[in-house]
């Protein structure tokens, strides 16, 4: 069973706020991913990290970062937040020699 | 450049009967496909996977077959039951340039009917 947790599940907040979302994973992986979600289209990768103090960017590009202190800890930070920042994000980890990733239940989130 | 394509945005299938997802994929490289299953509000749980050295893999109720030559790959849910009735992602892996990286597809909603 996976243990992959984030924090808030829900967050609707203003326009020109900074917010930050929370992922932690209690398995010990070192890959960890960000994925953004709209409906009826695919996951897109937006960072990802292959360990403490590694993060890169993915595949599609986002006004998000993120930062790897821990291992089990990959927090997401959008400094002003946008209406067009309003989907769901979804976080994930991955033992280091696996394809297969553990996914958390996601945040969802509007911005007005 | 969407790499893994789901062309079936919907499926509804009765309970009892066979289930059958397609997903189809562009890039050669590409050698472990996966399947997630994903409920309303909350994130995607890992289905089943087949690595490009196999043609078939089984578990339980669900088979997924891989077609190579073709690039396609199914998932064959049998019998359906209504808690299959989600959102089915297909995701691909291999590319050497994104080791470990996972490419979806935008996935086919399925309900199964009573």
């Known amino acids: 069973e996976a243990d992959i947790y984030q924090t808030p599940r829900y967050l609707v907040i203003g326009t020109g706020k900074k917010i930050t979302l929370e992922c932690s994973q209690t398995?010990?992986?070192?890959?960890m991913y960000w994925y953004q979600q709209d409906p009826g289209m695919e996951l897109h990768l937006i960072h990802y990290?292959?360990?403490?103090?590694?993060?890169e960017k993915g595949d599609l590009s986002s006004e998000s970062t993120v930062s790897r202190i821990r291992t089990e800890h990959f927090p997401l930070t959008l400094e002003s937040a946008r209406p067009s920042h309003t989907s769901q994000y979804l976080c994930?980890?991955?033992?280091?020699?696996?394809?297969?990733?553990?996914f958390g239940p996601g945040t969802r989130l509007t911005v007005t | 450049d969407q790499q893994v394509k789901q062309n079936s945005p919907s499926l509804s299938v009765q309970e009892g009967r066979i289930s059958i997802l397609n997903c189809d994929y562009t890039?050669?490289?590409?050698?472990?496909f996966l399947w997630y299953k994903k409920y309303p509000a909350e994130g995607p749980t890992f289905l089943i996977s087949?690595?490009?050295?196999?043609d078939k893999n089984e578990d339980g109720r669900f088979t997924v077959f891989l077609n190579k030559s073709a690039k396609h790959l199914s998932l064959h849910i049998v019998p359906s039951q209504p808690g299959d009735s989600a959102v089915y992602f297909c995701?691909?892996?291999?590319?050497?340039?994104?080791?470990?990286?996972?490419?979806f597809g935008a996935g086919t909603q399925v309900v199964v009917t009573p």
């Open positions: 890039n050669s490289m590409f050698d472990y």
């Open positions: 398995m010990g992986h070192d890959k």
């Open positions: 994930a980890s991955s033992e280091s020699l696996s394809h297969e990733q553990y």
């Open positions: 990290s292959y360990g403490v103090n590694s993060t």
């Open positions: 995701a691909a892996s291999g590319d050497p340039d994104s080791w470990g990286k996972l490419q």
């Open positions: 087949i690595s490009s050295i196999k």
